[in-house]
């Protein structure tokens, strides 16, 4: 990701240091030749996101209102992370019941899940409703969830590994999280270990309690925005996942990526910087907007927010004398100094890149339709400096 951003500013130093006529001239020379151009880069910008294809999205679906609510706690609405430290890995998924079981039997699908991702948190989230009209005698209840293990051949029971137990007031009403760490990790280990999870309820007593009593919103008969849900704390492991340059046509695509991302809301500002430059004068180097649309790219579908950011790109010259404000490398500050007194040839000034990256989140539709949110580094220049 870090190359990625790299090689935009690569291109943005290259493009203020010669002029750019026969960049333009070669792309519109052939129509057909820029869609392919156009449809490299958009894959290449999938890549960034971890994605070999955009997940195909067939209806529209509602996502959680908690992965809604994550998402307005860690990112801002430019989908900027607020706080670096408040997720302990970068993904958190959201999976729906498959079994939709009037019973409180729970089966979750984690084929979306990669081999890879390491398994920090799982919880069960289930939303408790207020108890049928009678009068219950308890005040108390111990809820405990079950995962479902293999069947025992010889006398046929089903066994079952208790994972988390709890009291909950009978009369209460809302969400509550019980923690399936230890059944997820096993199901992520071997699939045909994911048999569903089971949820009792007893009294303090020990004995079972009438489950009219004591109900959970089920798929079936309550409002969507009260699913029993799995929720998925991961890490993929990519923090600053390098993108190796495939093929030469690379840098092509990354250059019209940043052509056509140029072309959207904030081509007026970056119009009048060229004309400024046409006239000579030069400006030092500084951060200007770059907006990325998801919805120019044709991304809406499945993202759900943010529905762009600004990636800021740097632009401007690094001559002699680099100021502080510059914020220059030593290596920055001897290369100056060696272009400006030509003691070498072909030594050119340096170049205005990002000196500060942050990250970005993004909420969005996997290929199963379980709504992700993912952080990605890197994303966004904080600052640009003369390196
Ligand atoms: C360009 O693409 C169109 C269809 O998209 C095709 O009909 C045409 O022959 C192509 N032209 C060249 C020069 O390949
Ligand atoms: C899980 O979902 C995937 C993709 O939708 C599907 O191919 C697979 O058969 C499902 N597995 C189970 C056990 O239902
Ligand atoms: C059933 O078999 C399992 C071992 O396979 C054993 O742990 C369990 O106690 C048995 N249950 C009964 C009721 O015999």
Redesign the pocket.
């Known amino acids: 990701m870090l190359m990625f951003v790299i090689s935009l500013a690569t291109f943005v130093c290259a493009s203020t240091a010669r002029p750019s006529e026969n960049y333009l001239e070669n792309r519109f020379a052939s129509e057909n030749k820029s869609q392919e151009v156009r449809s490299a880069a958009i894959k290449r910008l999938l890549e960034v996101f971890g994605m070999d294809d955009p997940p195909a999205i067939h209806g529209h679906k509602q996502p959680p209102q908690y992965m809604l609510d994550l998402y307005n706690t860690v990112a801002d609405v430019d989908g900027v992370t607020k706080d670096p430290y408040l997720l302990e890995g970068n993904t958190v998924r959201s999976f729906f019941d498959k079994l939709r079981s009037e019973q409180v039997e729970f089966s979750f699908n984690l084929s979306t899940v990669a081999r890879t991702e390491k398994i920090l948190t799982a919880e069960l989230h289930l939303f408790k409703l207020r108890p049928h009209g009678s009068f219950s005698r308890h005040h108390f209840c111990q809820v405990s969830v079950y995962q479902l293990l293999e069947s025992?051949i010889?006398?046929n029971?089903q066994?079952k590994k208790l994972l988390s137990s709890r009291l909950i007031p009978v009369h209460s009403n809302g969400w509550e999280v019980f923690t399936v760490t230890q059944a997820v990790r096993s199901w992520m280990m071997d699939e045909g270990n994911n048999l569903g999870l089971h949820v009792v309820v007893r009294t303090l007593g020990g004995s079972q309690i009438d489950m009219k009593l004591i109900r959970f919103a089920s798929e079936r008969s309550h409002h969507q925005s009260k699913q029993p849900m799995l929720v998925l704390f991961t890490d993929d492991g990519r923090h600053s996942a390098p993108l190796e340059s495939k093929d030469p046509s690379d840098t092509t695509a990354s250059s019209t990526l940043l052509q056509l991302l140029m072309s959207g809301p904030s081509s007026r500002s970056t119009r009048s910087l060229d004309y400024s430059e046409e006239e000579g004068v030069s400006m030092p180097c500084q951060r200007q907007p770059l907006y990325v649309d998801f919805e120019e790219i044709g991304w809406s579908d499945w993202i759900v927010s943010p529905r762009g950011y600004n990636a800021y790109h740097c632009k401007g010259s690094c001559p002699f004398p680099l100021g502080q404000n510059m914020r220059p490398t030593n290596h920055a500050t001897v290369q100056s100094i060696i272009n400006a007194l030509k003691l070498i040839k072909g030594i050119e000034t340096p170049c205005c890149v990002p000196d500060k990256l942050f990250s970005i989140n993004l909420l969005y539709f996997d290929d199963d339709e379980n709504v992700v949110l993912k952080q990605y580094n890197d994303m966004v220049a904080g600052s640009c400096g003369c390196h």
């Open positions: 025992s010889t006398n029971t066994m």
